[in-house]
């Protein structure tokens, strides 16, 4: 018994000893800790270790409805050294940063529609744009009529901020020419897809949804190297998302659960908050459900399906069976609730996908 008593002590002392080190070395700890990392990831170009294909950032896959854990609706699409952006919606675009997507190098940026939940972080976009690419000519941003107006505002609003800047700065760095953004305005046919970009041998095509009475809404279909995804936009179930859709390896689709928008509709009226119970009521009518997703994503013929812009939000991955409410029953193939941080790969000329988080 003598040597198990000793043998405790003797542990009980190295704790101690161990913990009394940690904390008189904590500082010295955290600063080497912090200068290795700082070596690893500030400054280098993360995307550039990635292999040739089509490559999918999650940046933002929530609604206008806060989220502790999913950002406003983003997508980042690296597509061999075309970066490309569909929608900037709030804090998308600091996560975006944090998975090593080139917010510096983007092409273009592709707004859906003008609902502020797909908009709110234009400004920052065009700001770490304009700063991380040095750049000398503005961004390009394309979207619907409108789109003009908002960037204006924009403009305008970050005016002041880009002075600073370039004094603090230089022209070197915040070149007065690149602030700020061109604009392209597109207008589409009532029906079909018309191709709306096409450089380094990436096609993107836009094409309308019915997002009524928010109109004209977009979707959009992105095609490199034998590689496809579809982007539904904000839409009810939709003939327009399936056509496109069809050849896509991934379709990325928007999702709201009526069932559990309609108790948190319930819950606001009962709480005596009428005026919130008509939005959560409201909104059921303009988007789609994970089944019907799941429906369009089976008669396109897609690979997979990734449910983004999620109404309800969802904390925990608990809810998701709730939320997915059977939806796995309608598709052949694999569904994913998205996730911020979610990254996946569709390798040039391959049928492989490469899923990842970058954040966790
Ligand atoms: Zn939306
Ligand atoms: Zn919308």
Same mark, same amino acid.
């Given at each position: 018994m003598k040597w198990f008593l000793r043998g405790a002590i003797g542990l009980v002392v190295l704790l101690v000893l161990t913990g009394v080190a940690f904390k008189v070395f904590q500082a010295r700890i955290g600063a080497t800790v912090f200068e290795r990392m700082a070596g690893r990831l500030?400054?280098?170009?993360?995307?550039?270790?990635?292999?040739d294909g089509l490559h999918v950032y999650f940046c933002g896959t929530g609604s206008p409805l806060p989220d502790p854990e999913r950002a406003g609706p983003c997508l980042g699409v690296l597509a061999g050294k075309t970066a490309l952006i569909f929608d900037t919606g709030s804090g998308s675009l600091r996560k975006l940063m944090r998975m090593g997507f080139p917010v510096g190098e983007t092409d273009m940026v592709f707004l859906t529609h003008l609902h502020s939940d797909h908009i709110d972080g234009l400004g920052e976009m065009m700001l770490q744009a304009w700063i991380g690419g040095s750049r000398t000519t503005p961004v390009m941003i394309s979207g619907p009529e409108g789109t003009g107006e908002v960037v204006d505002g924009f403009v305008s609003a970050y005016r002041i901020d880009a002075g600073y800047r370039t004094a603090h700065h230089g022209d070197a760095v915040?070149?007065?020419? /690149?602030?700020g953004a061109r604009v392209n305005e597109i207008s589409l046919p009532e029906s079909g897809a018309i191709e709306v970009f096409s450089e380094g041998g990436v096609r993107v095509q836009a094409f309308l949804v019915n997002h009524e009475p928010v109109a004209p809404a977009f979707g959009y279909r992105i095609d490199y190297k034998g590689r496809s995804i579809t982007i539904s936009g904000d839409?009810?179930?939709s003939e327009a998302v399936r056509d496109a859709a069809?050849?896509?390896?991934?379709l990325i689709h928007e999702a709201l659960n009526r069932d559990m928008v309609a108790v948190m509709s319930e819950a606001a009226a009962r709480n005596g908050n009428p005026e919130l119970s008509k939005v959560f009521s409201d909104i059921l009518d303009y988007h789609t459900s994970p089944s019907e997703a799941a429906e369009t994503a089976q008669a396109a013929g897609v690979e997979a399906l990734v449910l983004t812009?999620?109404?309800?939000?969802?904390?925990?991955?608990?809810l998701y069976p709730a939320f997915l409410d /059977?939806?796995?029953?309608?598709?052949?193939g694999k569904i994913q609730v998205g996730e911020d941080g979610m990254m996946i790969s569709l390798p040039a000329d391959s049928d492989r996908m490469i899923r990842r988080n970058l954040l966790n």
């Open positions: 500030v400054g280098v170009d993360q995307a550039d270790a990635l292999d915040a070149n007065p020419s /690149g602030f839409t009810v179930q069809k050849g896509s390896d991934l812009h999620i109404v309800p939000p969802l904390p925990t991955p608990m /059977g939806a796995g029953k309608k598709f052949d």
